[in-house]
């Protein structure tokens, strides 16, 4: 059984930043790779960013390329979501996933345990 607990959400103006945190139970944490998803008000959720198991490979939506960084520290068993120059099409709930594999993945259907979400809102 894996736990996920999100943590860093919050209101912030357009070009501001934030930094989400998710802390995760379990000793296998490091044998899989995580992800961030968003779920906007009535749209459906969608894949942000990924990392691999050991940190080194990142995969990122095209959408928030080079704004985002995700980022894990397997010592403290948790993964981090770095959110600069946000915008107010960033704003949603954003779910933390472990994923089923080592590897990084895009696809819902690749991760079986989902944090409760913690709400973004980017003001205009």
């Known amino acids: 059984q894996v736990q996920l607990v999100e943590s860093g959400g919050g209101l912030v103006q357009t070009g501001g930043s934030l930094r989400l945190s998710c802390a995760a139970s379990?000793?296998?944490?490091?044998?899989?790779?995580m992800g961030w998803f968003r779920q906007a008000p009535e749209k459906e959720r969608e894949f942000v960013a990924s990392?691999?198991?050991?940190?080194?490979?990142?995969t990122y939506a095209d959408s928030v390329k080079g704004r985002f960084t995700i980022s894990r520290d397997n010592a403290r068993n948790t993964v981090y979501l770095q959110m600069n120059s946000l915008k107010p099409e960033d704003t949603a709930v954003y779910y933390c996933?472990?994923?089923?594999?080592?590897?990084?993945?895009?696809?819902?259907?690749?991760?079986?345990?989902w944090g409760q979400g913690t709400q973004v809102a980017v003001s205009s």
């Open positions: 379990g000793r296998t944490f490091s044998n899989y790779a």
């Open positions: 996933a472990k994923s089923k594999s080592r590897i990084v993945r895009a696809d819902m259907r690749d991760y079986d345990y």
């Open positions: 990392v691999g198991w050991s940190g080194n490979i990142r």
